[in-house]
Nanobody, 125 residues
């Protein structure tokens, strides 16, 4: 059974930091691109970041750079999202996703092969 389980969300004050984790199982982790996407209340899915299979290449939409950093540990089948200088507009449900296809931020968020249930991030004072 394939699983992607996000953790690390919560309530943080503006300017604060959080690190999200996503633990994967049930598929060959290192052969998949990994993505973070988010959905703010009442809005559609938005790209956050992408990383390739061996972690050598990561990408971000301009709006996320340089506050967010994606990384992965293939030995632990885990992908991370370090978020710094958080703003109220970063409030959203954050999802990790895995796919063998490389998607580009110029396109809308697709239906990924695998996607987790999400972890909620609330940025508020």
């Amino acid at each position: 059974e394939v699983q992607l389980v996000e953790s690390g969300g919560g309530l943080v004050q503006p300017g604060g930091s959080l690190t999200l984790s996503c633990a994967a199982s049930g598929f060959t982790f290192s052969t998949y691109y990994l993505y973070w996407v988010r959905q703010a209340p009442g809005k559609g899915l938005e790209w956050v970041s992408c990383i390739n299979g061996d972690g050598s290449d990561s990408n971000y939409p301009g709006s996320m750079r340089p506050r967010f950093t994606i990384s992965r540990n293939n030995a632990k089948n885990t992908v991370y999202l370090q978020m710094n200088n958080l703003k109220p507009e970063d409030t959203a449900m954050y999802y990790c996703a895995a796919d063998r296809r490389r998607f580009y931020f110029s396109n809308s968020v697709p239906s990924f092969t695998y996607r987790g249930q999400g972890t909620r991030v609330t940025v508020s004072s």
